[in-house]
């Protein structure tokens, strides 16, 4: 609340914000890790990755596809850390052959890779289509 702080921020601008102390619920972010939490309790739920959610392979996964998708803001955790120029190195490879990969743990990671991305994909579909049922139709929109 200085005077230096509000300079700087004018400055930078940066718009300032004052949320209530000791108050978790005030700051923004509450509803955001919800929505994390909500995400992660589908994917280590969901069948075909219930055996092996613990795996430390697995939940980086876990935590790249959480970071590559938003709902909330069109661009994605890794590109708001990274910048967009940065956003093409953080792209794992699309699905291989099973047949070109001699590698037991190989064949495991690309298959745990397409799961998890299906189990997001899966998700962020059914919370958009959510979010979009209490819309009214389009033709009654402006």
């Given at each position: ?12 601008g940066i ?5 209530l102390v ?109 979010r979009k ?10």
């Amino acid at each position: 609340m200085s005077d230096s702080v509000s300079k700087v921020n004018a400055l930078l601008g940066i718009g300032h914000k004052l949320n209530l102390v000791n108050v978790h619920e005030s700051n923004g972010v509450e509803r955001t890790n919800q929505e994390i939490l909500k995400l992660l309790r589908t994917l280590c739920n969901y069948e075909r990755i219930r055996t092996k959610w613990s795996k430390p392979w697995v939940l980086g996964l876990v935590e790249y596809q959480l970071n590559s998708v938003s709902t909330e803001t069109q661009h994605s955790a890794l590109e708001l850390s990274f910048g967009t120029a940065d956003l093409k190195y953080f792209h794992l490879p699309d699905a291989l052959s099973p047949d070109s990969v001699s590698n037991v743990f190989l064949r495991q990671l690309n298959a745990t890779i397409a799961t998890v991305r299906d189990i997001t994909h899966k998700y962020q579909e059914d919370l958009i289509a959510g979010r979009k049922s209490d819309n009214p139709p389009e033709d009654k929109t402006n």
